[in-house]
Nanobody
C-alpha cells in the first residue's frame, strides 16, 4: 500500500490550498477511513481530520473546523484536504493516512502513511 500526498507549497494568510492523497492500485478509499495529520516544526504530529470509510461523516480538530474540509473522489481513488482561511499556524508538513477501521484522532490507529507534503503560510 502506498499513499502519495501532494499539493503543498507556499500560501498566503487568508488564502486557500488543496492537498491530495492518491492511493496505490488496489487500495481504495471506499474501504478505508482516511485521516489527515500535520506536524509543525518542533512539534508533535497532530490530528487534522478524518473521513469515514463508509462516507457517513467527518471529524475535524478544533483548530481547523470550519476552515478545512476533507473529501474523496472514489473514481480517482484520491482524497483531498481543502484548506481555506489559512493562518500562520497552519504551516506544517501534512500527512495522509488510512485505516480499514473507523479511527478518529489516534495516530496509532492508522496503518499506512503517505510521505508528507509541506505547507508554508506567509504574509
Amino acid at each position: 500500500v502506498q499513499l502519495q500526498a501532494s499539493g503543498g507549497g507556499l500560501a498566503q494568510v487568508g488564502g486557500s490550498l488543496t492537498l491530495a492523497c492518491a492511493a496505490s492500485t488496489g487500495t481504495f478509499f471506499s474501504d478505508n477511513t482516511v485521516g489527515w495529520f500535520r506536524q509543525a516544526p518542533g512539534k508533535e504530529r497532530e490530528f487534522v481530520g478524518r473521513f469515514r470509510r463508509d462516507g457517513r461523516g467527518t471529524r475535524y480538530a478544533d483548530s481547523v473546523r470550519g476552515r478545512f474540509t476533507i473529501s474523496r473522489d472514489t473514481a480517482k481513488n484520491t482524497a483531498y484536504l481543502h484548506m481555506n482561511s489559512l493562518k500562520f499556524e497552519d504551516t506544517a508538513v501534512y500527512y495522509c493516512a488510512i485505516s480499514p477501521r473507523y479511527p478518529n484522532e489516534e495516530i496509532a490507529d492508522y496503518d499506512y502513511w503517505g510521505q508528507g507534503t509541506l505547507v508554508t503560510v506567509s504574509s
